[in-house]
């Protein structure tokens, strides 16, 4: 029940440098609604965006963009 959640939201490379931080913003917003109807307190959960800054892969092809569209969580 103390602990908190950041949930960031990442995007692939395609689109702009700010569309991509619009969509990790939705992306972890859309998370944090999910979790805040499921009952847990939003003023435990807290979003950033981090667009397409932080791929977990980079290569050219839709597999590697598919697994860089996430919602990642960090318990703090």
Do not use: M
């Amino acid at each position: 029940p103390s602990a908190t959640v950041t949930i960031e939201g990442h995007a692939d490379e395609r689109g702009t440098n700010e569309y991509n931080l619009a969509l990790g913003d939705r992306r972890a917003d859309s998370a944090k609604t999910f979790l805040v109807d499921l009952g847990i307190a939003a003023s435990r959960l807290t979003t950033n965006s981090y667009g397409e800054e932080r791929p977990l892969c980079t290569q050219q092809n839709e597999e590697c963009w598919s697994q860089n569209r996430r919602g990642q969580f960090v318990v703090n």
